[in-house]
Structures are given as structure tokens and as C-alpha cells.
């Protein structure tokens, strides 16, 4: 099976396989998937690494991997219920005690508290290696935390976009309905009839969120942290933009220590705050449940045996990896006997202190260890270095041999049995690495379960329940705050990218030599205002290094290339919700972008070349984005408030710009300045607005400053329309019908407010009045009061949506029932 596969790939010239895994890369890039472990890219992540070559189990190989997973899995549930109650293993001394009580992972808090459906252990994952005698063994633990599972998937549908022949050449079992079978599992642990479910994630810090997103989105349920959940009388609450949702599911991706800071770790803010009370009442069920994570234990591995002849009496199908728990003085003095030919790692987690690599270590590096094993010897185990297999991968065009392991994953069904997923995500080493982790660098392999030519097909499911209402989407305020600002992100750099691209024509084309010495200074002012006061920036627009800067520097507060990392930044934070073909073309836009080097010190001309380059690609991507996205997206709250964003900010850059006007442009103090001058100056304002051609389609004649303004303010169908754009916040405000708190009222009381006061202001008066005691001339001080009327449905917006404020249903139950 192999063979067609491996000889296709190897006969390839270098140059077209290294092609392929660019595409390969690529396409995961497309995707979002990352794993986050060097830090070393300020505004993205690295993306997957996957091989281009799969790894195939045969059905010979993959039968017995499968009973034995499921003994495992049934036998550590026994084990769970009875630790965390009545403790007959440990009375019976099959399992000593200093392994299981005295680990860090033995939860106090979970003592008789009730676990999801009876069970602690859910979803699960297991890693397996070849060992020396070349069958399979248990390398380490996930059965609380099915970490990986998301990276199995996409590695298929990476894999299937890059060779698609390969497999129509090869029968396979599918996985794709992996993630359907994890949500419906999830919700048959709840009594109610249409649960909530939440994935609770540490958030992007985590090197895995991508995963998180992933399996949301695949799922259809809110990704959460800690701080978007609460305690309220006994149960747990969604924040959400139209107030409080009872939350009855929780699968949560983060530690037990860090989930709730009254039981385990006071420092946590990755949790909530009352949870583990919650559970305790019934009603929340956590999965995985908390204490289950002692399974992971590595110290239990070696006694993985007399765990399964303790509850099951049989005999193990798959055996450990040989283990050696350094806290028993035995088991040590022997590893410190020959410390070179093994690998030291804690009890959890993905760390290696020594070994792993097939190397031997230097004199100082085994004293190091030495050492460090004798000061804390009990959170240590040892395990040989040779332990994983060998295998092929292409990397760079090449053929190279590199170490691996699998990650097999399991999901609990409703009658108590395990359903192994037919597929897993197999680590391999790397180039960078000579470890499989994918915490230590490692990469990985699509796997393959191939189909055997004796199995029967599988019957058909029953059929579905017939009822089609969707369960209701929520929409929290993080989720929403981030649309927010990717909205005013995209439309802050689109705007920018237009003026830039305006100015340098204009230099070249239109303004002699004085217009521009008198109009720079105008042109800086009528810049998007940035949202933080007091901001360190060199913007200006009026020369060819000082738009280079605005369009491709970084450090820049107010460039271009700042708002579309910004946008990205915050899209990485929503990807669940986010649909993938919008995520490739902000994708796009952010890489090209980033990998535009910034030369501040080049010619001019190839300055305003490569302005002019990545102001014009801003320009034509931007509106691609948003209307992807809109082709592509659920039309819910969240992406309403994308929209929200950009109208805001684009009524905000309008305002700003009427007003740094309003004086030397609409009002020349100089009599002998012809009309024809202040034309020319009118018509290039508008064009920085991309205005101009608006103006003479509404207006058929010459650019005056009462129509011009009358079109920037009053018009209700030009883009640029302050009225435009703030009756398009109100519309999307009111017509979200999961958006039922108190602040619409409010919001769209307030937009309509101020439509109202445009609408009445009499431009030609103002614009004819004159200044009064010294005082601002009428449409100065007029456009002052509208523009800070304008950036003040933001702060409408951001409390009454945005920043958390509960808002109290009619539905939900109050703090004091009998007051």
C-alpha cells in the first residue's frame, strides 16, 4: 500500500515535491491551523508542519490497537471512580499508595463529586510507539485531555487539497464525522433539553488555540475563557451581547489546577471563579471530569497492569512502554546506574530533561541531571531512548528518515463503550527537532487506517430526530469585540491605503509645487484619528519616506500595515466563528504584507513604488474580505458587529476629516484666491475620501463647499454619508434578534439622536455665519461638536455590548428569590 504512494513522491524532482509541501504549508496557513511554540513571530503563529507521505495502519495492526485501548480506558474509569471514593485499590495494595495520593495530580476537590454521566473519562487520547521488539506500546497518557485531535482532522483535509489522487487510490476509513460524534456525546450529558455547550480554552495564549477554534467551530458552540463565564445562584452564565445564558456543558481544554480559583489555585485567571460548586450542585457538568487528569500520571504507567487485572481480571492487551517511577529507591539507583540510556521527563507534560533524542548525552549534562533527579526524585520517570520507530518523510524536496509516535483518541458512548477513532495524529520529528512532541517542535503525519477487504460494511445510522429548530447561538461580548475591531481595523487601513494612494498621484499629477507646500499640512490633519491618546507617532502623509512609514511600518501606530495586523490579530481570537475562505483573504493580506521587508532608507522612487505596490493590493483586499465574509458567514450578532466597526470607524474618519477643513479650505481668508483654486483644493479632499465621482453623480455640477458638505453629512445614500454609515450601525443594532438587552434601546436612541442633528444643521447658514468675539467661526465649532458626537457611539457601543456588562433576562432566576 505503501509503495504507490512512497514511489510517486521519491521520483518527483526536488524541485516539485518542495513544491508541494510549500502548498501543504500553505494550505494549513489558509486554514489557521498553528502550533504556537517559539514565540518568534510577533503578529502570527507557525503554521502545522505535515508530511507529505501518510502513515497507513493495516487492519492486522489496527484491531488489536483498538482492544487494547478500550481495555485501558475501561479499566482507568474503575480506577477514577474508585480513588475518588471508596479507595479499594489502595486497600487492597495491588496499587501502592504514594504514586496515587501523593501525586500532584490527585484532585482533594473531586472527592465524591459527581462526575458527567457517571464517568470521568469522555474523550481521551492515548500515545502509542513500537518498542524494541516492534510491537505496539503505551508511550504516555491523554485520557483526560484529547489534546491533538483537531491537528488529526485537518492533516486529511490538508492532505486531500495538496494529492487527491492519492486517495482515490487507496481504501480508507473517513474521520469526518468525528467532531459530530464528540457534540453529540456532549449533549447527551445534560438533562435539558436544549443544553448549552462551551469549549473553555486558556485563550490565544495557549500554543494550541487553533484547536480550539477548530473544534468549536466544527461543533457550532461559543469558544470561552474563563472571564466570559460567571457564577450566579448555583449555576454558570454565559456573558453574552443580550445578557446572561445559563451554561449547562462545559468541555473544558484547561487544566484542573487553573479551573476554579476557590478550590485549586488562587492565582488562576484562566477559570471561574465557583465552579467546582456548580458541579457539586448538578448543575454544570465539566468534561473531562476534574480529577481525572491522575490517569496522565506517568508514575501510574508501569502499574497500568495490576489496574486492569485489579478491576477487569484480564490480561493486558497492550503493553507499556518499560517505566521506571525515579521516587521508588529502587527503580532509581538502577536508572542512575546506566543514566545515558534512558529519557528523563516529569510526570505530565511534554518536557524532556534529558534523552529523547537517541543521543548520548555529555558528562556534564548527565552530573546536571544526576542532580536534579536526587533533589526532587519523585516527580521523575525514566523510560528507554529506544522507543520510537523510524520512518520516512519529505522535507525541503528531500527524502529524510525521522523518529515517530501516534496519538489515538477515544470517545465514551452511551452504553459505557469506546469508540476509537479510525485515524490519529501520528508525530514525527524534524529538521529543527530530533523530538516528535509538537510542544518540542515536532511535526507530524496524516494517518491512514486502511479498510480491510473482508469487512463488512457498516449498517446505516438510525434515522435522526426529525425536529430541525437550530439550538440558539449565542454571541459573547469578547467574541463580539473582537468583530468590533477587525471591523475598524479593515476600514481604518482601507481609508488610509486610499489617501496614501491619492497623495502620491496627486504629487505627480495634479498639484503644482506651491498647492502642495500649502496643502501638506492639511493633509496630515485630515489622517484617521487613532484611538489612544497620547500615542508616540511620526505620521505624515506630505512626503515619499513619511507615506512609505505610514503604509509599512510596524512600529508605526497609525500604519497601514499596523491596522491589518491588528485585524488579524484579532480574527486569530474568533476563528471559530470566522469562516475560512474570510480567514484566506485576511490571511493573504497580513502575509504579504509581512513579508514585504521594511527599507525606509531606499531611493525614493522604489519608495513610492512599493507604496503605491501595497497601498493598491490594501485596497482591492479589503473588500474582498467583507464580502467573503459575507457570502460565507452566519449573518448572527457577531459579524453584525464587524460591520458595526467599519461603519463606525469610516463615519469617524469623515467627521475628522470634514473638520480639519472646515477652516482653511471651506473658509479661505484670502479674498484673492479664485474659485477655481478653492475647486481644485475641494476636488482633491474628495478624492482622499474616493469621494469625487459621488459628488458629481449626486450633484452634476462644480465642487462647492455647501454641497460638498451636504454630501458628507446629509446624503443617505453616499458611502462616505456620516448619516449613511451611523443608520447603518442603528439597523444592524436593532435588527440582531439575538441582541435583547437594554443597550439597544439605548444605542439606537442615541445613533437616531444624532442623524437627527445633522439632518437639521443648515450648512449654507454656517458656512456664511462669521466668528463672534474671537470665538471659532459657526462651522468650526459645529463640526467640533459633531465629531465628538460621532466617536462617542463607540463608548455607547463598547458599554453596552462590548466590555462585559451583565445585563439581568427576564428569564433568569434573581440573587435573592425571597426579598
Given at each position: 500500500?505503501?509503495r504507490?504512494?512512497?514511489?510517486?513522491?521519491?521520483?518527483?524532482?526536488?524541485?516539485?515535491?518542495?513544491?508541494?509541501?510549500?502548498q501543504?504549508?500553505?494550505?494549513m496557513?489558509?486554514?489557521?491551523?498553528?502550533f504556537?511554540?517559539?514565540?518568534?513571530?510577533p503578529?502570527?503563529?507557525?503554521?502545522?508542519?505535515?508530511?507529505?507521505?501518510?502513515?497507513?495502519?493495516?487492519?492486522?495492526?489496527?484491531?488489536p490497537?483498538v482492544?487494547?485501548?478500550?481495555?485501558r480506558?475501561?479499566?482507568?474509569?474503575?480506577?477514577?471512580?474508585?480513588?475518588?471514593?471508596k479507595?479499594?485499590?489502595?486497600?487492597?495494595?495491588?496499587?501502592p499508595?504514594?504514586?496515587?495520593?501523593?501525586?500532584?495530580?490527585f484532585?482533594?476537590?473531586?472527592a465524591?463529586?459527581?462526575?458527567?454521566?457517571?464517568a470521568y473519562?469522555?474523550?481521551?487520547g492515548?500515545s502509542?510507539c513500537?518498542?524494541p521488539?516492534?510491537?505496539?506500546?503505551?508511550?504516555h497518557?491523554?485520557?483526560?485531555?484529547?489534546?491533538?485531535?483537531?491537528y488529526?482532522?485537518q492533516?486529511?483535509?490538508?492532505?486531500?487539497?495538496?494529492i487527491?489522487?492519492?486517495?482515490?487510490?487507496?481504501s480508507?476509513?473517513?474521520i469526518?464525522?468525528?467532531?459530530?460524534n464528540?457534540?453529540?456525546?456532549?449533549?447527551?450529558?445534560?438533562g435539558?433539553a436544549?443544553?448549552?455547550?462551551?469549549?473553555l480554552s486558556?485563550?490565544?495564549?495557549?500554543?494550541?488555540?487553533?484547536?480550539?477554534?477548530?473544534l468549536a467551530?466544527?461543533?457550532?458552540?461559543?469558544?470561552?475563557?474563563?472571564?466570559?463565564?460567571?457564577?450566579?445562584n448555583?449555576?454558570v452564565y454565559?456573558?453574552?451581547?443580550?445578557?446572561?445564558?445559563?451554561v449547562?456543558?462545559?468541555?473544558?481544554?484547561?487544566?484542573?489546577?487553573?479551573?476554579?480559583?476557590?478550590?485549586?489555585?488562587?492565582?488562576?485567571?484562566?477559570?471561574?471563579?465557583?465552579?467546582?460548586h456548580?458541579?457539586?450542585?448538578?448543575?454544570?457538568a465539566?468534561?473531562?471530569a476534574i480529577?481525572?487528569?491522575?490517569?496522565?500520571?506517568r508514575s501510574?504507567?508501569?502499574?497500568?497492569g495490576n489496574?486492569?487485572?485489579?478491576?477487569?481480571?484480564?490480561?493486558?492487551?497492550?503493553?507499556?512502554?518499560?517505566?521506571?517511577?525515579?521516587?521508588?529507591?529502587?527503580?532509581?539507583?538502577m536508572?542512575?546506574?546506566?543514566?545515558?540510556?534512558y529519557?528523563?521527563r516529569?510526570l505530565?507534560?511534554?518536557?524532556?530533561?534529558m534523552?529523547g533524542?537517541g543521543?548520548?548525552?555529555?558528562?556534564?549534562?548527565?552530573?546536571?541531571?544526576?542532580?536534579?533527579?536526587?533533589?526532587?526524585?519523585?516527580?521523575f520517570?525514566?523510560?528507554?531512548?529506544?522507543?520510537?520507530?523510524?520512518?520516512?518523510c519529505?522535507q525541503?524536496?528531500?527524502?529524510?528518515?525521522?523518529?515517530?509516535?501516534?496519538?489515538?483518541?477515544a470517545?465514551?458512548?452511551?452504553?459505557?463503550?469506546?469508540?476509537?477513532?479510525?485515524?490519529?495524529?501520528?508525530r514525527?520529528?524534524?529538521?529543527?527537532?530530533?523530538?516528535?512532541?509538537?510542544e518540542?517542535?515536532?511535526?507530524?503525519?496524516?494517518?491512514?487506517?486502511?479498510?480491510?477487504?473482508?469487512?463488512?460494511?457498516?449498517?446505516?445510522?438510525a434515522?435522526?430526530s426529525t425536529?430541525?429548530?437550530?439550538p440558539?447561538?449565542?454571541?459573547?461580548?469578547r467574541?463580539?469585540?473582537a468583530?468590533?475591531?477587525i471591523?475598524?481595523?479593515m476600514?481604518?487601513?482601507?481609508?488610509?491605503?486610499g489617501?496614501?494612494?491619492?497623495?502620491?498621484?496627486?504629487?505627480?499629477?495634479?498639484?503644482n509645487?506651491?498647492?502642495?507646500t500649502?496643502?501638506?499640512?492639511?493633509?496630515?490633519r485630515i489622517l484617521?484619528?487613532?484611538?489612544?491618546?497620547?500615542?508616540?507617532?511620526?505620521?505624515?502623509?506630505?512626503?515619499?519616506?513619511?507615506?512609505?512609514?505610514?503604509?509599512?511600518?510596524?512600529?508605526?501606530?497609525?500604519s497601514v500595515?499596523?491596522?491589518?495586523l491588528?485585524?488579524?490579530?484579532?480574527?486569530?481570537?474568533?476563528?471559530?466563528t470566522?469562516?475560512?475562505?474570510a480567514?484566506?483573504?485576511?490571511?493573504?493580506?497580513?502575509?504579504?504584507f509581512?513579508?514585504?521587508?521594511?527599507?525606509?532608507?531606499?531611493?525614493?522612487?522604489a519608495?513610492?513604488?512599493?507604496?503605491?505596490?501595497l497601498?493598491d493590493?490594501?485596497?482591492?483586499?479589503?473588500p474582498?474580505?467583507?464580502?467573503t465574509?459575507?457570502?460565507?458567514?452566519?449573518?448572527?450578532?457577531?459579524?453584525k458587529?464587524?460591520?458595526?466597526?467599519?461603519?463606525?470607524?469610516?463615519?469617524a474618519?469623515?467627521a475628522?476629516?470634514?473638520n480639519?477643513?472646515?477652516?482653511?479650505?471651506l473658509?479661505?481668508?484670502?479674498p484673492?484666491?479664485?474659485?477655481?483654486?478653492t475647486?481644485?483644493?475641494?476636488?482633491?479632499?474628495?478624492?482622499l475620501?474616493?469621494?469625487r465621482?459621488v459628488?458629481r453623480?449626486?450633484y452634476?455640477?462644480?465642487?462647492?463647499?455647501?454641497?460638498?458638505?451636504?454630501?458628507?453629512?446629509?446624503n443617505?445614500?453616499?458611502?462616505?454619508?456620516?448619516?449613511?454609515?451611523?443608520r447603518?450601525?442603528?439597523?444592524?443594532?436593532?435588527?440582531?434578534?439575538?441582541?435583547?438587552?437594554?443597550a439597544?434601546?439605548?444605542?439606537v436612541a442615541?445613533?437616531e439622536?444624532?442623524i437627527?442633528?445633522i439632518?437639521?444643521?443648515?450648512?449654507?447658514?454656517?458656512?456664511?455665519?462669521?466668528a463672534?468675539?474671537g470665538?471659532?467661526?459657526?462651522?468650526q465649532?459645529?463640526?467640533?461638536?459633531?465629531?465628538?458626537r460621532v466617536?462617542?457611539?463607540?463608548?455607547?457601543?463598547?458599554?453596552?455590548f462590548?466590555?462585559?456588562q451583565?445585563?439581568?433576562r427576564?428569564?433568569t432566576?434573581?440573587?435573592?428569590?425571597?426579598?
Open positions: 500500500m505503501y504507490p504512494l512512497f514511489e510517486r513522491l521519491d521520483s518527483m524532482p526536488a524541485a516539485k515535491t518542495r513544491a508541494l509541501d510549500e501543504l504549508e500553505a494550505t496557513r489558509e486554514m489557521g491551523v498553528t504556537d511554540i517559539a514565540r518568534d513571530r503578529w502570527g503563529r507557525r503554521p502545522w508542519f505535515c508530511d507529505l507521505l501518510p502513515q497507513i495502519f493495516t487492519p492486522q495492526e489496527w484491531e490497537l482492544a487494547g485501548i478500550k481495555q480506558l475501561r479499566a482507568f474509569e474503575l480506577f477514577l471512580q474508585d480513588v475518588y471514593s479507595k479499594r485499590i489502595l486497600r487492597s495494595e495491588d496499587v499508595i504514594q504514586p496515587v495520593l501523593g501525586s500532584s495530580f484532585r482533594h476537590a473531586a465524591n463529586l459527581p462526575p458527567p454521566g457517571g473519562l469522555h474523550l481521551s492515548i502509542i513500537r518498542l521488539g516492534g510491537e505496539f506500546g503505551v508511550k497518557h491523554y485520557f483526560s485531555n484529547a489534546s491533538g485531535m483537531s488529526m482532522i492533516n486529511r483535509r490538508a492532505l486531500a487539497r495538496v487527491p489522487q492519492s486517495f482515490q487510490e487507496t480508507i476509513h473517513s469526518a464525522d468525528a467532531s459530530t464528540i457534540l453529540e456525546m456532549l449533549r447527551s450529558l445534560s435539558a436544549e443544553p448549552t455547550v462551551v469549549l486558556p485563550g490565544p495564549g495557549s500554543p494550541v488555540y487553533s484547536e480550539h477554534s477548530f467551530r466544527r461543533m457550532g458552540i461559543p469558544l470561552v475563557q474563563g472571564g466570559d463565564l460567571l457564577v450566579l448555583d449555576a454565559l456573558k453574552t451581547v443580550s445578557g446572561l445564558e445559563k449547562e456543558i462545559i468541555y473544558s481544554r484547561v487544566s484542573d489546577q487553573w479551573l476554579d480559583p476557590m478550590a485549586f489555585r488562587r492565582d488562576s485567571l484562566l477559570g471561574v471563579p465557583g465552579l467546582v456548580c458541579i457539586r450542585k448538578g448543575t454544570v465539566v468534561v473531562n480529577g481525572s487528569q491522575l490517569a496522565d500520571d501510574l504507567l508501569p502499574l497500568a489496574i486492569i487485572r485489579h478491576y477487569l481480571g484480564e490480561r493486558t492487551i497492550l503493553k507499556s512502554l518499560p517505566t521506571y517511577w525515579l521516587g521508588d529507591i529502587d527503580q532509581r539507583e536508572v542512575l546506574a546506566d543514566l545515558a540510556d529519557t528523563i516529569p505530565y507534560g511534554e518536557r524532556i530533561l534523552g533524542d543521543l548520548r548525552p555529555p558528562a556534564e549534562k548527565l552530573a546536571e541531571v544526576r542532580a536534579e533527579i536526587l533533589e526532587n526524585a519523585s516527580h520517570v525514566a523510560q528507554p531512548q529506544d522507543c520510537d520507530a523510524d520512518t520516512v519529505f525541503d524536496g528531500k527524502r529524510a528518515i525521522r523518529r515517530q509516535d501516534h496519538i489515538l483518541f470517545l465514551r458512548l452511551g452504553n459505557g463503550d469506546y469508540e476509537v477513532f479510525p485515524g490519529a495524529l501520528t514525527v520529528s524534524t529538521h529543527e527537532t530530533p523530538y516528535t512532541s509538537s518540542l517542535g515536532g511535526g507530524s503525519k496524516d494517518t491512514w487506517v486502511q479498510v480491510g477487504f473482508e469487512e463488512e460494511p457498516q449498517e446505516p445510522e434515522p435522526r425536529e430541525t429548530a437550530p440558539t447561538q449565542y454571541v459573547t461580548s467574541v463580539a469585540e468583530f468590533y475591531w471591523g475598524r481595523y476600514e481604518r487601513a482601507y481609508s488610509l491605503a489617501m496614501v494612494g491619492v497623495i502620491e498621484s496627486l504629487e505627480l499629477e495634479e498639484l509645487p506651491t498647492e502642495r500649502h496643502y501638506r499640512p492639511v493633509w496630515n484617521p484619528m487613532l484611538e489612544g491618546s497620547g500615542s508616540a507617532t511620526r505620521r505624515t502623509i506630505s512626503n515619499a519616506p513619511g507615506r512609505y512609514r505610514l503604509t509599512l511600518d510596524i512600529d508605526e501606530p497609525g500595515v499596523s491596522a491589518i491588528r485585524a488579524s490579530k484579532n480574527a486569530e481570537n474568533v476563528l471559530e470566522l469562516s475560512l475562505e480567514w484566506g483573504v485576511l490571511s493573504l493580506l497580513r502575509d504579504r509581512q513579508k514585504t521587508r521594511f527599507r525606509p532608507d531606499a531611493p525614493h522612487d519608495l513610492t513604488s512599493s507604496t503605491r505596490k497601498c493590493f490594501a485596497r482591492a483586499l479589503i474582498q474580505f467583507f464580502g465574509a459575507e457570502c460565507t458567514m452566519v449573518a448572527d450578532g457577531g459579524w458587529f464587524c460591520e458595526i466597526g467599519q461603519l463606525i470607524e469610516r463615519a474618519i469623515t475628522n476629516a470634514i480639519s477643513i472646515s477652516g482653511p479650505l473658509q479661505p481668508q484670502d484673492d484666491k479664485s474659485e477655481h483654486a475647486e481644485i483644493r475641494l476636488s482633491a479632499f474628495l478624492r475620501l474616493n469621494s465621482d459628488y453623480r449626486v452634476q455640477m462644480r465642487i462647492e463647499p455647501a454641497p460638498l458638505l451636504e454630501l458628507l453629512w446629509k443617505p445614500v453616499a458611502p462616505r454619508s456620516v448619516t449613511r454609515c451611523l447603518g450601525c442603528a439597523a444592524r443594532i436593532a435588527e440582531s434578534e439575538d441582541v435583547r438587552s437594554p439597544t434601546g439605548r444605542s442615541a445613533i439622536a444624532l437627527g442633528t439632518q437639521a444643521t443648515d450648512w449654507d447658514h454656517l458656512l456664511r455665519g462669521p463672534e468675539g470665538r471659532k467661526l459657526p462651522l465649532a459645529k463640526s467640533e461638536e459633531l465629531l465628538v466617536r462617542g457611539i463607540h463608548d455607547l457601543i463598547a458599554d453596552g462590548l466590555n462585559h451583565i445585563h439581568m427576564h428569564e432566576q434573581p440573587l435573592f428569590p425571597n426579598a
